[in-house]
């Protein structure tokens, strides 16, 4: 089983950045598609960006596309979610998950089988 901890979340004004961490424990040596997902209050969980074993690969929703960049360091066991030019838009609480296998959609939150607790991303405007 893998543990998926968040952190880097905060309070930021429009036009800022943030950068979210995901650091995995337990069983990390599957090599398999990581993502960030958030939630916003009232709303359903959503897709934000992916990225494969690799790095090779990357997925991004298109109203986080040219601000946002996913990256992953394997040897730190470590994700990552560079937002910049954030908006009011992007408050939500955001999430990193894990596929449990190379099948399925990026995209679908039924096909991760691990998640974390989420940290909490404020924009004011």
């Known amino acids: 089983q893998v543990q998926l901890v968040e952190s880097g979340g905060g309070l930021v004004q429009a036009g800022g950045s943030l950068r979210l961490s995901c650091t995995a424990s337990?069983?990390?040596?599957?090599?398999?598609?990581m993502a960030w997902f958030r939630q916003a209050p009232g709303k359903e969980r959503e897709f934000v960006a992916a990225?494969?074993?690799?790095?090779?690969?990357?997925y991004y929703a298109d109203s986080v596309k040219g601000r946002f960049t996913i990256s992953r360091n394997n040897a730190l066991n470590t994700l990552y979610l560079q937002m910049n030019s954030l908006n009011p838009e992007d408050t939500a609480v955001y999430y990193c998950?894990?596929?449990?296998?190379?099948?399925?959609?990026?995209?679908?939150?039924?096909?991760?089988?691990?998640w974390g607790q989420g940290t909490q991303v404020t924009v004011s405007s």
């Open positions: 998950a894990k596929q449990p296998s190379p099948f399925g959609s990026v995209r679908d939150t039924a096909d991760f089988g691990a």
């Open positions: 337990g069983r990390t040596l599957s090599p398999f598609t």
């Open positions: 990225i494969n074993w690799s790095g090779g690969t990357t």
